[in-house]
T-cell receptor
Framework: EAGVAQSPRYKIIEKRQSVAFWCNPI?????LYWYQQILGQGPKLLIQ????????DSQLPKDRFSAERLKGVDSTLKIQPAKLEDSAVYLC????????????FGPGTRLTVT | GQQVMQIPQYQHVQEGEDFTTYCNSS?????IQWYKQRPGGHPVFLIQ?????EVKKQKRLTFQFGEAKKNSSLHITATQTTDVGTYFC????????????FGSGTRLSIRP
Protein backbone atom coordinates (compact mmCIF):
# COMPACT_ATOMS: atom_id res chain seq x y z
CA GLU A 1 0.00 0.00 0.00
CA ALA A 2 1.43 3.37 -1.01
CA GLY A 3 1.86 5.90 1.77
CA VAL A 4 1.00 9.57 1.93
CA ALA A 5 2.89 11.49 -0.74
CA GLN A 6 3.99 15.09 -0.37
CA SER A 7 5.88 17.50 -2.59
CA PRO A 8 8.13 19.30 -2.63
CA ARG A 9 10.29 17.90 0.15
CA TYR A 10 12.19 21.14 0.64
CA LYS A 11 11.48 24.75 -0.26
CA ILE A 12 13.37 27.96 0.37
CA ILE A 13 11.64 31.25 -0.31
CA GLU A 14 12.00 34.87 0.66
CA LYS A 15 9.50 36.56 2.94
CA ARG A 16 6.46 37.97 1.19
CA GLN A 17 6.71 35.33 -1.54
CA SER A 18 4.08 32.65 -1.99
CA VAL A 19 4.44 28.88 -1.81
CA ALA A 20 2.23 25.84 -2.33
CA PHE A 21 2.47 22.32 -1.00
CA TRP A 22 0.80 19.24 -2.40
CA CYS A 23 -0.42 16.10 -0.66
CA ASN A 24 -1.83 12.85 -1.98
CA PRO A 25 -3.32 10.74 0.82
CA ILE A 26 -3.60 6.99 1.04
CA UNK A 27 -6.24 5.70 -1.35
CA UNK A 28 -9.63 5.41 0.28
CA UNK A 29 -8.85 7.68 3.22
CA UNK A 30 -11.67 10.15 3.75
CA UNK A 31 -9.92 12.39 6.25
CA LEU A 32 -6.93 14.57 5.42
CA TYR A 33 -4.96 16.77 7.81
CA TRP A 34 -2.38 19.51 7.38
CA TYR A 35 -0.04 20.15 10.30
CA GLN A 36 2.65 22.70 10.94
CA GLN A 37 5.59 21.45 12.99
CA ILE A 38 8.06 24.04 14.21
CA LEU A 39 11.44 22.66 15.29
CA GLY A 40 11.26 21.21 18.78
CA GLN A 41 7.47 21.32 18.97
CA GLY A 42 4.61 18.95 18.38
CA PRO A 43 2.57 19.06 15.18
CA LYS A 44 -0.07 21.79 15.20
CA LEU A 45 -3.25 21.03 13.29
CA LEU A 46 -3.92 23.68 10.64
CA ILE A 47 -6.88 22.20 8.82
CA GLN A 48 -8.81 18.95 8.65
CA UNK A 49 -10.86 17.80 5.67
CA UNK A 50 -13.53 15.13 5.60
CA UNK A 51 -13.75 14.17 1.91
CA UNK A 52 -13.82 17.64 0.27
CA UNK A 53 -15.38 19.50 3.20
CA UNK A 54 -13.59 21.36 5.98
CA UNK A 55 -14.11 19.89 9.45
CA UNK A 56 -11.78 22.15 11.42
CA ASP A 57 -9.71 25.14 10.34
CA SER A 58 -9.73 27.02 13.64
CA GLN A 59 -5.93 27.25 13.80
CA LEU A 60 -5.36 28.16 10.16
CA PRO A 61 -4.12 31.77 9.75
CA LYS A 62 -6.68 32.55 7.13
CA ASP A 63 -5.22 35.92 6.20
CA ARG A 64 -2.27 34.15 4.59
CA PHE A 65 -2.94 30.41 4.52
CA SER A 66 -5.45 28.61 2.34
CA ALA A 67 -6.10 24.96 1.60
CA GLU A 68 -8.34 23.00 -0.66
CA ARG A 69 -9.28 19.42 -1.39
CA LEU A 70 -11.50 19.86 -4.41
CA LYS A 71 -12.24 16.28 -5.42
CA GLY A 72 -11.89 14.75 -1.98
CA VAL A 73 -8.56 13.17 -2.83
CA ASP A 74 -5.38 15.21 -3.05
CA SER A 75 -4.95 18.58 -1.39
CA THR A 76 -2.91 21.76 -1.64
CA LEU A 77 -1.86 24.15 1.09
CA LYS A 78 -0.82 27.66 0.12
CA ILE A 79 0.91 30.45 1.98
CA GLN A 80 0.69 33.95 0.56
CA PRO A 81 2.59 36.03 1.57
CA ALA A 82 5.06 34.06 3.66
CA LYS A 83 6.56 35.37 6.88
CA LEU A 84 9.76 34.37 8.64
CA GLU A 85 7.77 32.60 11.37
CA ASP A 86 6.25 30.27 8.77
CA SER A 87 9.56 28.38 8.61
CA ALA A 88 8.59 24.88 9.66
CA VAL A 89 7.88 21.38 8.41
CA TYR A 90 4.42 21.04 6.90
CA LEU A 91 3.06 17.56 7.42
CA CYS A 92 0.13 16.01 5.64
CA UNK A 93 -1.64 13.04 7.19
CA UNK A 94 -4.63 10.95 6.28
CA UNK A 95 -6.89 8.52 8.07
CA UNK A 96 -9.64 6.16 7.00
CA UNK A 97 -12.22 8.33 8.72
CA UNK A 98 -12.32 10.95 11.44
CA UNK A 99 -12.53 10.05 15.07
CA UNK A 100 -10.82 6.96 16.40
CA UNK A 101 -8.61 6.16 13.45
CA UNK A 102 -4.86 6.24 13.25
CA UNK A 103 -3.24 8.89 11.13
CA UNK A 104 -0.64 8.11 8.51
CA PHE A 105 1.83 10.91 7.95
CA GLY A 106 3.68 11.87 4.81
CA PRO A 107 7.41 12.77 4.82
CA GLY A 108 6.64 16.48 5.14
CA THR A 109 7.82 19.62 3.35
CA ARG A 110 10.55 21.59 5.07
CA LEU A 111 9.95 25.30 4.40
CA THR A 112 12.61 27.90 5.06
CA VAL A 113 11.59 31.56 4.77
CA THR A 114 14.52 33.98 4.56
CA GLY B 1 -8.85 26.09 24.91
CA GLN B 2 -7.79 22.49 25.20
CA GLN B 3 -4.14 21.94 26.05
CA VAL B 4 -2.08 18.76 26.05
CA MET B 5 1.17 18.83 27.99
CA GLN B 6 3.92 16.26 28.08
CA ILE B 7 6.70 15.74 30.59
CA PRO B 8 9.59 15.50 30.61
CA GLN B 9 10.68 17.46 27.57
CA TYR B 10 13.91 15.49 27.30
CA GLN B 11 15.12 12.22 28.73
CA HIS B 12 18.64 10.84 28.37
CA VAL B 13 19.04 7.27 29.60
CA GLN B 14 21.59 4.50 29.58
CA GLU B 15 20.71 1.66 27.26
CA GLY B 16 18.83 -0.92 29.26
CA GLU B 17 17.22 1.59 31.60
CA ASP B 18 13.49 2.22 31.64
CA PHE B 19 11.80 5.34 30.27
CA THR B 20 8.44 6.93 30.97
CA THR B 21 6.69 9.93 29.42
CA TYR B 22 3.51 11.47 30.77
CA CYS B 23 0.73 13.25 28.92
CA ASN B 24 -1.80 15.50 30.65
CA SER B 25 -4.86 17.16 29.13
CA SER B 26 -6.74 20.16 30.44
CA UNK B 27 -10.00 18.55 29.32
CA UNK B 28 -11.49 15.07 29.29
CA UNK B 29 -10.43 13.17 26.20
CA UNK B 30 -12.48 10.84 24.04
CA UNK B 31 -9.34 8.98 23.00
CA ILE B 32 -5.60 9.35 22.98
CA GLN B 33 -3.05 8.27 20.43
CA TRP B 34 0.71 7.88 20.73
CA TYR B 35 3.18 8.53 17.93
CA LYS B 36 6.93 8.15 17.57
CA GLN B 37 9.03 10.47 15.42
CA ARG B 38 12.59 9.47 14.64
CA PRO B 39 15.11 12.28 14.09
CA GLY B 40 14.47 13.75 10.64
CA GLY B 41 11.41 11.59 10.16
CA HIS B 42 7.67 11.92 10.40
CA PRO B 43 5.33 10.79 13.19
CA VAL B 44 4.44 7.11 13.10
CA PHE B 45 1.36 5.79 14.87
CA LEU B 46 2.03 3.49 17.83
CA ILE B 47 -1.29 2.91 19.55
CA GLN B 48 -4.69 4.30 20.47
CA UNK B 49 -6.43 4.14 23.84
CA UNK B 50 -10.16 4.73 24.15
CA UNK B 51 -11.43 3.28 27.42
CA UNK B 52 -11.00 4.73 30.90
CA UNK B 53 -8.18 2.93 32.74
CA GLU B 54 -7.13 1.06 29.61
CA VAL B 55 -3.69 -0.54 29.52
CA LYS B 56 -2.12 -1.86 26.33
CA LYS B 57 1.24 -3.47 25.74
CA GLN B 58 3.43 -3.74 22.67
CA LYS B 59 6.51 -5.82 23.47
CA ARG B 60 8.56 -3.52 25.74
CA LEU B 61 6.09 -0.61 25.51
CA THR B 62 3.22 -0.17 27.97
CA PHE B 63 0.54 2.45 27.42
CA GLN B 64 -1.98 3.60 30.01
CA PHE B 65 -5.06 5.81 29.87
CA GLY B 66 -6.09 7.41 33.14
CA GLU B 67 -9.36 6.66 34.88
CA ALA B 68 -10.54 10.22 34.34
CA LYS B 69 -9.39 10.13 30.69
CA LYS B 70 -7.31 13.26 31.22
CA ASN B 71 -3.88 11.70 31.34
CA SER B 72 -1.85 8.95 29.77
CA SER B 73 1.61 7.45 29.99
CA LEU B 74 4.04 5.50 27.86
CA HIS B 75 6.58 3.29 29.58
CA ILE B 76 9.46 1.58 27.79
CA THR B 77 11.19 -1.26 29.61
CA ALA B 78 14.89 -1.88 29.01
CA THR B 79 15.44 0.77 26.34
CA GLN B 80 17.36 -0.03 23.18
CA THR B 81 19.10 2.34 20.77
CA THR B 82 16.24 1.79 18.32
CA ASP B 83 13.92 3.54 20.79
CA VAL B 84 15.61 6.90 20.12
CA GLY B 85 13.17 9.57 18.95
CA THR B 86 10.45 11.90 20.13
CA TYR B 87 7.26 10.46 21.53
CA PHE B 88 4.06 12.43 21.11
CA CYS B 89 0.63 11.95 22.56
CA UNK B 90 -2.34 13.32 20.66
CA UNK B 91 -5.82 13.65 22.07
CA UNK B 92 -9.23 14.75 20.98
CA UNK B 93 -11.69 16.08 23.49
CA UNK B 94 -15.20 14.79 24.05
CA UNK B 95 -16.63 18.18 23.13
CA UNK B 96 -14.76 18.39 19.85
CA UNK B 97 -13.87 14.93 18.65
CA UNK B 98 -12.62 16.22 15.33
CA UNK B 99 -10.03 18.52 16.87
CA UNK B 100 -6.78 16.74 17.58
CA UNK B 101 -4.19 18.31 19.85
CA PHE B 102 -0.63 17.00 19.92
CA GLY B 103 1.51 17.29 23.00
CA SER B 104 4.91 18.94 22.81
CA GLY B 105 6.65 15.58 22.88
CA THR B 106 9.37 13.91 24.93
CA ARG B 107 12.69 13.47 23.21
CA LEU B 108 14.44 10.26 24.21
CA SER B 109 18.18 9.83 23.71
CA ILE B 110 20.13 6.76 24.74
CA ARG B 111 23.73 6.18 25.78
CA PRO B 112 24.91 2.88 24.32
Amino acid sequence: EAGVAQSPRYKIIEKRQSVAFWCNPISGHATLYWYQQILGQGPKLLIQFQNNGVVDDSQLPKDRFSAERLKGVDSTLKIQPAKLEDSAVYLCASSFDRGTYEQYFGPGTRLTVT
Amino acid sequence: GQQVMQIPQYQHVQEGEDFTTYCNSSTTLSNIQWYKQRPGGHPVFLIQLVKSGEVKKQKRLTFQFGEAKKNSSLHITATQTTDVGTYFCAGSSRSSASKIIFGSGTRLSIRP
